[in-house]
């Protein structure tokens, strides 16, 4: 199978009142995805990627990544015909960010074939001038000295979230530590929150990274779920059942791209806020897993995303409603 | 660590007016459990155990199970005292069923060290006389021929609940698709219900269940939750989240034992009914894995059950309450 991503005419982003332009700095790539639905070979993916095209539904979105001469125009009229502002998008010679990988029956096997850094590894995040009122900001999953230096960067950002994996917890131990402790909001995987203190236990395990700097803490599960750990308390969300997963890739980064583009559109941080992003970011999440890389965000409409927080909300419920 | 597992006065059970008798056919053994937290010498065990211990709380339990000449007066005493119906208990020379296991600190790996099924390896259920009325029946996880002819001694059960497992999945598929025609509900691990219908995808594997009988199929997840597939749509919860989970075992049945207890307590099979109905096991379940075996079903009150379950819903609101 080859996907076709071509880009579409596509109403402007009708955004509310409230929304704050949201920053997100991180990696766009190209992927190549075998899955037992099919191959899409060398599709645009990234963290960067999902996250824009997930929260541009909710706010206007920045993104600061890096890309080679493989980027073709085709590839940024995708996401500037999405609303995405690419003034943050450094162009250097040479081939972009490269990921090759394979998924079992069982989607939470992943193999990965090939990880080709290319200009990626020499990435220098930029800051344009004109992003620096940008409030709410998105650290996307790099390396974590680079994060420190973005972070500093916009000491006024009302709201930062950020992600990070295991290659920097196990290299890099001290600068994740001093990138947690610039952060409002960690969105991480369960394996990677485990490896990060220690502890086992999830609730556990939160309480240990909250104690590190992040007041919140979002531990991701995949097709399981994701809980939301506060300094109250916490919100566990189930996954929204999907008949089928085509293609897992990027629903992670979709889940934080709904869940930040849903705080800075509505301009919240506060806990109510944060539990309905965390649904938003479950709904964007299983948008992304039905079709192989970013074709259903490329497609999807708010009214669809409408639509499924709403039966979200109704298979979620278990007590009779008065 | 050695667990105590004492005799201890009870207030008697106050039921529902509503409530109806449940019958629950199954396991009654000992294991001895090593966790990280502790070990537990030939406790008392099995699926019909917890399934009870949990139940009681909201309806008269009656249990069908064999035991050996290790099943000693204080152990019966222990369910009797909890208002526990044991006219069905059958007493045989020799030893109870016993079961030896072991928990990583990912309490999902579980190692069997001894399986010995003694007593049990001979079991035919005998239904008493006064058991014939029970409106609600539990097949809990036996050989499946031996569910089947328990179901057939009680053709008028208005409510039918059953478990299997991958043994009699493997061994004796033709009898497993007879026992679920018979079922109104069957409640199952993920894995299972992966090895019974070949689908990977959850949501695929209940619709072939409930192809094969029962039209509601409940499909538990361990930590990750659980979820209720009915006729016009689905339910999903998350797991409660506990800060220590001393030890797993049984979790799974004293979720069942909610599950049906509330159904029958309040004499329900309807979508809303099982909805709540599965709030409650998750309930049942976390609370099991606080202590070593069934220790803390025994201590517990129906005030703490209610105020988790009012913790559960907390836990689980993410729209704004209007």
Redesign the interface.
């Known amino acids: 199978m080859k996907t076709s991503i071509l880009p579409v005419s596509e109403p402007a982003n009708v955004h509310a009142a409230t929304a704050q332009p949201l920053l997100a700095v991180g990696s766009v790539a190209f992927d190549t995805i075998r899955t037992p639905h099919g191959v899409a070979e060398r599709v645009l993916g990234g963290a960067a990627t999902y996250f824009a095209l997930a929260a541009r539904f909710f706010t206007p979105v920045r993104i600061v990544a890096v890309v080679g001469e493989d980027f073709l125009p085709s590839h940024e009229n995708l996401l500037a015909s999405r609303g995405i502002d690419l003034a943050g998008l450094q162009r250097r010679p040479g081939k972009s960010f490269f990921w090759a990988g394979e998924y079992e029956?069982?989607?939470d096997r992943r193999h990965t074939h090939a990880t080709e850094l290319n200009v990626f590894a020499d990435f220098q995040p930029q800051i344009p001038r004109d992003y620096r009122d940008s409030r709410y900001l998105f650290l996307g999953n790099i390396d974590p000295a680079l994060q420190c230096a973005v972070r500093r960067e916009l000491p006024d950002a009302a709201c930062i979230g950020g992600d990070t994996m295991n290659y920097w917890i196990a290299s890099q131990p001290e600068r994740v530590r001093e990138f947690l402790r610039g952060l409002h909001l960690l969105m991480i995987n369960d394996s990677e929150a485990v490896e990060l203190t220690g502890e086992?236990?999830?609730?556990?395990a939160a309480?240990a990274i909250q104690a590190l700097g992040p007041a919140h803490v979002i531990i991701k599960?995949g097709a399981?779920?994701a809980?939301l750990y506060s300094p109250g308390?916490?919100?566990?969300?189930?996954?929204f059942?999907?008949?089928?997963?085509l293609d897992p890739t990027g629903a992670g980064d979709s889940f934080a791209g709904g869940v930040m583009g849903f705080l800075a559109g509505h301009n919240r941080r506060d806990e109510?806020g944060l539990?309905?992003a965390?649904?938003y970011g479950s709904v964007m999440g299983s948008f992304t897993c039905e079709r192989f890389g970013v074709e259903r965000l490329l497609e999807l409409t708010r009214e669809q995303i409408e639509a499924r927080y709403r039966q979200f909300?109704?298979?979620?419920?278990?007590?009779?409603v008065p």
Not at 200 to 204: H, R
Not at 233 to 239: D, E, R
Not at 313 to 320: D, E, M, N, S
């Open positions: 029956s069982n989607p086992w236990n999830l609730p556990s309480r599960r399981h779920g809980t308390g916490c919100c566990a969300v189930p996954s059942p999907l008949e089928q997963v109510a539990r309905q965390l649904a909300l109704a298979i979620t419920q278990f007590h009779p």
